[in-house]
């Protein structure tokens, strides 16, 4: 059995890229008996689905960060 933070973290990876098998099978099994990773799950799926939709039709939208901010997101992944 994974823990919730485990599961979270495979939720969110699996809005970008195919799970192998085994984190599947896993995150499967944890969500069957988790009612609070399921809900996160189907949160996420729904929050993915809408953003694609916006970005879909709003295909103009660029969304541009100033420097300070690029310098702080920079060094808070340092950390």
Known sequence: MITCKKAAALIDKKA?????????????????LC????????????????????????????ITLSDEKKEKIINSLKK
């Open 35 to 62: 009612k609070t990773c399921k809900l996160y799950e189907k949160m996420t799926l729904r929050f993915d689905a809408s953003m694609s939709l916006f970005y879909k039709k709003n295909e103009d939208v660029k």
């Open 16 to 32: 970008e890229v195919k799970l192998s098998f085994m984190d599947n099978l896993k995150l499967s099994i944890h969500t069957a």
